[in-house]
């Protein structure tokens, strides 16, 4: 290496240390706030490009609605529903297609987002299509925050502020300033996690319950208290009558039985409701499942089955033997000891939430943002404690934005 070339690197390697120290200099709250401000720079410039092709990539109204406004792209897709939900509420008859199935309605989207959006806009007059980002980056701004805390306080600031840069930054982070409801399910789900690792069981009830009238998947929080729970009732029957931070009360066990009665009923809610409303006993189910008929066709819903049907479908053996593949291999790297530094909580929440999805979604387009919230999991040191690593998943953030942002919103709905 000639002389030029080692001082070039070096200086690289210089102001790379430069940035980190003055990143690590911060306090907690500004770094994640400037981080979280950059992603959202670049997630806006995306689909600022991205915006004047739709015309030409899709017919017309096929997204939207006559507005062809770029606040209307940011409230595209399932925005079309929470807009509906917000400014009519939900239908009390079923629309039925051709055949006489149920079709595709707001019944499939839950209410905590949209009537937000309803107290904003009716308290200070601004239209659904500036409401809704707008409550979308406030609570991506505290998901953020959240998961920064999440991770700290069990694998270190340095692995943290990977986990918070991955998150804002990487291929699906332009969905926390869309009109999408996941960065509220998602500030509500890392202020979960963090409220059981503190024991607040009252604040984890009320997190829990207002998550699971958000996004499908709140269901994952009470069985991670299960766990949890039953994990410290084991080890304080082990350490009985000596003083330990397993120790297990009564009157905690009955807080933490109460809070999971709760989450659990607010959890199996939904469909009671919609059955209610509308009449129909299946009327959630046959809702959700209409999103199928273009990838398997009408099938009856068997819980653990979907990965398997459009696998087998799609890709035949070999499609079944990746779902396999995905099963063993995905436990098996939960359970190693890097990967463990994340904590207990997160690591039971991170099986726990991916077994729902695998249980009851089918894979399509929207799978990807629906594992956002296993984003702690970036933060492991299997990840960031090595340099190559870190700096691969740095360029598929930086690459993979633009073509997510291309696929997901311009061509399809995420």
């Known amino acids: 290496m000639s002389r030029l070339d080692g001082t070039l690197t070096e200086s690289i390697a210089s102001g790379r240390r430069r940035v980190l120290d003055l990143a690590t200099a911060l306090p907690a709250w500004a770094a994640v706030l400037l981080v979280w401000t950059g992603g959202r720079i670049v997630s806006t410039l995306w689909l600022a490009l991205a915006f004047p092709l739709i015309g030409r990539a899709l017919p017309e ?6 507005d062809h406004g770029f606040l209307n792209f940011l409230t595209a897709w399932d925005g079309q529903y929470y807009e509906q939900i917000s400014v009519h509420g939900y239908p009390t008859t079923l629309p039925l297609d051709a055949a006489g199935h149920v079709a595709q309605n707001a019944w499939a989207f839950l209410p905590a987002f949209p009537f937000t959006i309803r107290m904003l806009t009716a308290s200070t007059g601004v239209p659904f299509d500036v409401g809704a980002p707008a409550i979308a980056l406030l609570a991506g701004l505290l998901a953020t ?44 789900v890392f202020g979960a996690l963090l409220a059981l690792d503190r024991r607040r069981y009252g604040l984890l009830t009320v997190l829990g319950v207002v998550a699971a009238f958000t996004r499908p998947g709140a269901l994952a929080i009470p069985l991670v208290l ?12 082990r350490t009985e009558g000596v003083r330990s ?33 509308t009449g129909s006993p299946n009327a959630y189910l046959e809702t959700e499942m209409s999103w199928w008929v273009n990838f398997i066709g009408r099938v ?4 653990l089955t979907p990965w398997f049907l459009i696998a087998g479908r799609w890709l035949g053996v070999g499609g079944i033997l990746i779902v396999v593949f995905l099963l063993v291999s995905y436990p098996v790297w939960l359970l190693r000891r890097s990967t463990r530094r994340l904590g207990f909580t997160t690591v039971v ?22 594992l956002m919230p296993l984003a702690p999991l970036f933060g492991s040191p299997e990840l960031v404690a090595k340099p190559w690593m870190r700096w691969t998943l740095v360029v598929c953030a930086v690459l993979g934005q633009p073509v997510l942002v291309a696929v997901l919103w311009l061509l399809g709905p995420p």
């Not at 297990?248 to 209610?276: K, N, Q, Y």
Request: net charge positive.
């Open 61 to 66: 109204n096929a997204i939207w609605g006559n």
């Open 145 to 188: 925050y959240l998961l920064h805390r999440l991770v700290r306080d069990r694998a270190g600031s340095a692995a943290a502020m990977w986990a918070v840069f991955f998150f804002t930054c990487g291929p699906l982070s332009f969905l926390l300033q869309v009109g999408y409801a996941e960065s509220m399910f998602l500030a509500l």
């Open 226 to 237: 299960g766990v949890v729970a039953l994990v410290r009732w084991i080890r304080a029957r």
């Open 245 to 277: 931070l397993d120790a297990f009360p009564v009157a905690e066990r009955v807080r933490v039985v109460a809070a999971g009665v709760v989450m659990v009923v607010a959890g199996f809610a939904w469909p009671l409701i919609a059955a209610h409303v």
């Open 300 to 303: 009856d819903f068997m819980p």
């Open 349 to 370: 929440f991170s099986a726990s939430y991916a077994l729902y999805v695998f249980a009851v979604s089918l894979p399509m387009a929207s799978t990807p943002r629906l």
